[in-house]
């Protein structure tokens, strides 16, 4: 394990709890109406990916349990075909997928204070 990989995964930690903060009590609908709220959650999906990128293959061997080529490829889709992102997705995604990934990651992260 390279020694940036925690601090990698530690953002792919970080990110994914401030997306849930940002749908917090918010039906879809409110999503649907709020373009700031879709952009910033597109956003933090794609610094998810760009975190998983950076993440060592050896790590990432060590942790089959998470879907690296999938977090990468949102973050591709995110970036490189911007102008066919998929909100439907995107909600999904935060409200579905985020969820489990940080029970999972929260295994790995040791907590800020006895880091």
Known sequence: MQKDDLVYVGH???????????????????????????????????????????VSPEFCDTHPDIPWSK??????KVVHDYLHVDYDIIWDVVTVNLPPLIAVLEKIVPPQDEA
């Open 71 to 76: 977090i990468v490829g949102m973050r591709h």
């Open 12 to 54: 792919m930690l970080d990110m994914p709890e401030k997306a849930l903060q940002k749908v917090k009590g918010k039906p879809r609908g409110d999503y649907d109406q709020d373009e700031n709220l879709r952009m910033a959650l597109a956003h933090l999906i794609q610094v998810i990916g760009e975190a998983a990128r950076h």
